[in-house]
């Protein structure tokens, strides 16, 4: 293999190694830089900003049906992956104490459809 800064034949001792030296190795990255993998998907920040503007609109005048108190949360009833983090058919509005019931009573919640 070639070094790709000085073109000089290596045998590299670590897998996918593009340089024969450190000094090589320093100015491959000045050329190339490491580029750090972002925690969050392109398609997730979009889902997620979606949600938000949704979310807000929906939990206008709600009431939790645990607390009977105005609603600050959303629980979702059959879990957020994928889509179903906008279906609305699997929402509830909830307070956070509403919530933290629901699921610290899974069997309960149930019962009454608060979780499936």
């Known amino acids: 293999m070639r070094c790709k800064i000085c073109r000089t034949k290596f045998n590299p001792m670590e897998f996918l190694k593009k ?10 990255q000045k050329i ?7 925690k969050v998907s392109k398609k ?16 206008e005048g709600k009431i939790c049906p645990v607390t009977n108190k105005p609603a600050t949360e959303i629980h ?6 994928y889509n179903r983090l906008l279906d609305e058919s699997e929402w509830l509005a909830v307070t956070r104490f509403g919530h933290a019931w629901i699921h610290a009573n899974p069997k309960e919640a149930r019962e009454k459809g608060w979780l499936k």
């Open 76 to 81: 979702h009833m059959n879990g957020r992956e």
């Open 32 to 38: 190339n830089p490491k580029k750090p993998i972002s």
């Open 44 to 59: 997730t920040l979009e889902l997620n900003a979606k949600y938000l503007i949704r979310r807000k609109k929906w939990l």
């Open 19 to 28: 340089t024969c030296s450190k000094e090589c190795e320093k100015e491959w």
